[in-house]
Every structure is written in structure tokens, then in C-alpha cells.
């Protein structure tokens, strides 16, 4: 009764997001993009997403009465190692992007408290990841992170957020934050990562191991691997490698951020030898390591983009208007200015007519002075056009 991945669990069965891909006037799990967050729904798009949420309003009650929990553990065992099957990610992402199509709807038809509450829904989903020790189930759960900080983007510029839901959702993306900033969610992942990779050089076979690390790889290269192994001393050599590479990216991570990015070259350092060395079990397991804190700056950026746009809103709350610049919101509403994770430096923001633009750099590490990212670059950008009256 503690758990909230069991009810968690229970709202996955309870989706019913079937057909949805194919519906024409749906976003998000339909075929429209995200709506533009100052623009009204048009009727075809607001219908359809009535009966969608309608639909699923089950599972949000599920996914609710789990967001009143703090712990969770989905029912894995660990013990099947690198063949282990991790069937509820695809349904967090799909729960999460529910709740914000709620939160949208929620939002448009005025309903302050309900939307924050949805808001909340996709951030306790991310939470519900939190000590699950592997990597792809803290790229998921960063992935949940920026679905709610869009969702919150989505939502304050469509209605006006009750005080008690303001400090609720302060309160939320305050401690995800502090999980982040710590760092603790990639290093369990790191070390169950270490722990699943070493247990394979112990268990598996020759053929096995280079089967699995190179997946990717040609025949060719894939027989070079073989040989390599069958050679004396070279399993071990590869396993002392690797347990070094892992007690050195462990090492680097005790750094807050911008030096934590430090990480990502020391991983990279290591593939770069590992593969000129013809370590190839190495140069294959590595490589997914080196995104590893680039995506944790970015869940940082995204939560540090919400807080202070919930601080933001609590100001105009009390004053009636968005402050001249952020050190208007310390201490009452934020205890510092956030920074961007990338370089240090404080989030950007200025007042654009009635409303604002707050961004931060992105993993190019370019000021693009407030153009919203695309995959080719840009900023890290939330922002309010015509905030709705008080």
C-alpha cells in the first residue's frame, strides 16, 4: 500500500490510447504536434481531445492515488541481468503524455486547480523512475521531466493556478531538483549498469558476450571481437579496463554542474582508448555512457525552467505584474536564481509586454538569445505571451 508503482501499474492497464496514432484532430498521441501553448484550441482539436481524456480519466485516478506516494518499485527481477525486460517504460511515457493532454484540456476549459494537478501527475510518474537502478529508466524518467515542465509551459498560459496548487507544484519540481542536482538517479543507474556488465563477463560465454556488445557491429567485426576474447588474459583485460573506467566516471560525478560535464569526457577519453586499444567489448558499452550528463544538464535546465516559472506566477500572484528581473524573486518565492547547468550562469529572462521569456543555453552551449530548441541547436525556453487575468 506504500508502493505507487502499484497503482501506477494499474493505470497502465487502465490507458486506452489504442487508434489514437491515427486520429487526425488529436496531439500529442494523435497526429497533431503539441498545441502552441498561447493559441486556443481550435473545436475539432478540443473535442477530440475531450473524449481522449474522458476516456482515460480511469487511469488518471490510478496514476493519482500513486502520486500520493513517495516510493516505488515496479516488480523487476534484477537477477535476469542484461536480458531483463523493462515492459513499463513505454507506459510511463505514454501515462505522462496523457496526463499533459489532461492538463491542456484541464487548462482551456479554465480549470486552474485541475491542470495543476495533472501537472503533477506527470511529474510524480517521472518520480516513480527515481531509484530504479538503469540507465534507459533515467532516460525515460528525464524524458517525463521536460513532457511536465511543458505541460506547466502549456498550462499557465491558458488560466490562472490557484496559490495552494502554485506551492504544490513549487514544492514538486523543488525536490526533483534536488534529486538531480545530487546526482543520484544516473549514479544508481551507473552502478547497476557496472554491476549487470560485470556479472555478464562472469556468466556469459565468449561467443555471448561479443553477441550482446556488438549488436550494432558487422559479422566481421563481430569475429575480430571473438578472437580477441579467445586470446589469454583478454577477457580480463577487457573487465579490468572497464571496472577502472567506472570507478573514474564515478569519481567525476561528485562535481556539481557546469564541472560535471567533465564526465561525459572522461567516458569519451576512455572509448576513444579502449578502441585504439582494440578493447571492442569496451568501445561497445562505454559509447552509451557518454550522453549520460549531457541529459541530466538538460532534466536540470527543465526543472530549474519550471521552478522559477512557478516563482514568477507567485509573484505577479502578490504584486499584480512579473518582476523587472529574477533577484526580485529571492528569498520569498526561490531561495537563489537557478543557473543554466551547461555554464553556471543564471537563468536569462526578460518581460515581453505583458508577459515574459525565460530560457537557458542548450547542450550547444550558445546563447541563441531565446529561439526555442530544435535539433540543430537553440535555447531551453519557457515563456508566458498573455498571462490570464488575475
Not at 503524455?97 to 495543476?116: F, H, N, R, W
Not at 556539481?256 to 571492442?280: H, I, Y
Request: with cysteine; net charge neutral.
Amino acid at each position: 500500500g506504500q508502493n505507487a508503482a502499484s497503482f501506477n501499474l494499474q493505470g497502465f492497464q487502465a490507458l486506452q490510447i489504442s487508434g489514437a496514432a491515427q486520429n487526425a484532430n488529436l496531439p500529442i498521441l494523435g497526429k497533431l504536434p503539441p498545441p502552441f501553448p498561447f493559441t486556443p484550441l481550435p473545436s475539432p482539436v478540443k473535442s477530440a481531445l475531450t473524449a481522449f481524456v474522458q476516456g482515460n480519466r480511469d487511469a488518471l485516478q490510478f496514476f493519482a492515488q500513486g502520486a500520493q506516494h513517495e516510493q516505488s518499485r515496479y516488480p523487476l527481477d534484477f537477477n535476469q541481468g542484461q536480458q531483463l525486460q523493462l515492459p513499463h517504460l513505454p507506459k510511463i511515457k505514454s501515462g505522462t503524455q496523457v496526463a499533459e493532454m489532461a492538463a491542456i484540456l484541464d487548462a482551456e476549459d479554465k480549470q486552474g486547480k485541475q491542470a495543476a494537478d495533472d501537472v503533477l501527475l506527470t511529474l510524480a510518474l517521472a518520480r516513480s523512475l527515481n531509484a530504479e537502478p538503469m540507465l534507459i529508466s533515467q532516460m525515460v524518467r528525464v524524458a517525463s521531466v521536460a513532457i511536465a515542465a511543458a505541460s506547466l509551459e502549456q498550462v499557465m498560459n491558458r488560466t490562472t493556478l490557484p496559490p495552494e496548487s502554485l506551492s504544490e507544484l513549487s514544492k514538486a519540481f523543488q525536490s526533483m531538483e534536488n534529486y538531480d542536482a545530487q546526482g543520484e538517479g544516473f549514479n544508481r543507474s551507473l552502478i547497476g549498469e557496472k554491476v549487470t556488465v560485470m556479472a555478464a563477463f562472469k556468466q556469459a560465454g565468449v561467443q555471448e558476450l561479443a553477441a550482446f556488445a556488438a549488436q550494432d557491429a558487422t559479422d566481421e567485426q563481430r569475429q575480430r571481437m571473438v578472437q580477441l576474447l579467445k586470446q589469454p588474459g583478454g577477457l580480463k583485460e577487457e573487465q579490468d579496463y572497464l571496472e577502472t573506467t567506472f570507478g573514474q566516471f564515478l569519481a567525476a560525478r561528485k562535481e556539481d554542474f557546469p564541472g560535471r560535464l567533465t564526465d561525459a569526457a572522461v567516458v569519451q577519453q576512455r572509448t576513444a582508448e579502449a578502441k585504439s586499444g582494440v578493447l571492442l567489448l569496451n568501445n561497445s558499452w562505454l559509447t552509451g555512457y557518454t550522453n549520460v550528463v549531457s541529459l541530466e544538464a538538460r532534466c536540470l535546465a527543465n526543472l530549474h525552467l519550471a521552478m522559477t516559472a512557478v516563482a514568477l506566477e507567485q509573484f505577479r500572484a502578490a504584486h499584480n505584474q512579473y518582476p523587472a528581473n529574477l533577484s526580485e524573486l529571492t528569498p520569498n518565492y526561490l531561495n537563489a536564481v537557478p543557473s543554466y547547468p551547461f555554464d553556471g550562469r543564471p537563468l536569462r529572462y526578460r518581460k515581453q509586454n505583458a508577459g515574459y521569456l525565460l530560457y537557458s543555453i542548450g547542450p550547444d552551449l550558445k546563447d541563441d538569445g531565446g529561439k526555442r530548441m530544435t535539433a540543430r541547436g537553440g535555447d531551453m525556453v519557457f515563456t508566458v505571451v498573455t498571462p490570464p487575468p488575475q
